[in-house]
């Protein structure tokens, strides 16, 4: 299967960013078409923050458009989100997502998580 490490996450005062990092790797042949970021707040439901496909096309939550920046580089198997004017609304667990197929030959579909980065804001 393929596991996904994310970083970067931390304490942040309002208004200041961050960036997060999450790198694939596997022990077989995989291919991840769409990559993305959800986050879950303190005592909601998880929630797509952003995602990237494999051709770079991005797709944004309105509580995200105009501060966060998803990028790919698909040779390192990585996923990035820039925040800027990071608000306390914003604290939550964020966790990275990719799904694709793995193996060859045969491909079977997979969905994988990461295990979660910490992102607060407060002053």
């Known amino acids: 299967q393929v596991q996904l490490v994310e970083s970067g996450g931390g304490l942040v005062q309002p208004g200041g960013s961050l960036r997060l990092s999450c790198a694939a790797s596997g022990t077989i042949f995989y291919t991840i078409y769409n990559m993305g970021w959800y986050r879950q707040p303190p005592g909601k439901q998880r929630e797509l923050v952003a995602s990237i496909s494999n051709g770079g096309t991005t797709n944004y939550a309105d509580s995200a458009k105009g501060r966060f920046t998803i990028s790919r580089d698909n040779a390192k198997n990585t996923v990035y989100l820039q925040m800027n004017s990071l608000k306390p609304e914003d604290t939550a667990v964020y966790y990275c997502?990719?799904?694709?197929?793995?193996?060859?030959?045969?491909?079977?579909?997979?969905?994988?998580w990461g295990q979660g980065t910490q992102v607060t804001v407060s002053p």
């Open positions: 997502n990719a799904a694709g197929t793995v193996g060859w030959p045969s491909r079977a579909d997979f969905n994988s």
